[in-house]
């Protein structure tokens, strides 16, 4: 945990020294701004949005306006789940919309890797998940806000390639009020999924 509380310090003092340096010398700095705060987000997302750790999303290919948002309610501190509150809080806090912007703009554009397969069953039934849901459950295919492919759109974020662990944790995360959303559906969806249910689409979506 100290730790933990360490790299969020270092992470937050460069980004201070980058935002003092707008403020001094003006908008003319404001791409180099973008650019500090990208260097400090890769610490822990990896070199062009593509983290190695699962407790790390993956933002390669993101969906800019799902991801600002994410930004904005980091800074407004309404998501209270964990990592946010240890990481994304203090080094969200120094962000101005325009830098907001600027990285959403451009984790949007980076190449995402694809993610690691698992066993062909499991992803076969989160495929069909994904895909047509589950009926008997009400449960709604995720590619009905999300996308055939997962890529989302608009305010619904890419899923495809995203770290199986981390899908996981946010759809059981979204049953409770930590991490607010603003589609009533996704709460419906998500109270109808079972951990096992969780884990199959999950599964699929990491290989995509």
């Not at 460069?14 to 003319?28: E, F, I, Y």
């Not at 904005?72 to 080094?91: E, H, N, T, V």
Request: aromatic share 6%; charged share 20%; hydrophobic share 40%.
């Amino acid at each position: 945990m100290r730790m933990k509380h360490l790299l969020a310090g270092i992470l937050v003092s460069l980004l201070v020294t980058a935002t003092g340096m707008v403020r001094a010398q003006g908008s003319k700095v404001a791409g180099d701004v973008v650019e500090r705060a990208i260097h400090v987000c890769n610490a822990c997302h990896g070199e062009g949005g593509n983290s190695t750790a699962p407790i790390y999303p993956k933002l390669a290919a993101q969906q800019p306006l799902y991801l600002a948002e994410q930004l904005k309610l980091f800074r407004a501190q309404k998501r209270s789940d964990s990592s946010p509150q240890s990481y994304m809080w203090g080094i969200s806090a120094l962000l101005d919309d325009a830098t907001i912007q600027g990285l959403a703009d451009y984790y949007a554009a980076q190449t995402p890797k694809p993610g690691k397969a698992a066993s062909p069953k499991l992803m076969e039934q989160g495929k069909r998940i994904y895909t047509q849901g589950i009926p008997a459950h009400n449960l709604a295919a995720c590619a009905s806000c999300h996308g055939d492919n997962a890529e989302g759109a608009s305010v619904f974020p890419r899923l495809a390639g995203q770290h199986a662990e981390y899908i996981v944790k946010q759809l059981q995360e979204f049953r409770t009020k930590l991490r607010p959303h603003g589609v009533v559906m996704a709460e419906r969806v998500v109270k109808n999924m079972t951990p096992d249910e969780m884990r199959a689409v999950a599964a699929y979506l990491q290989a995509r």
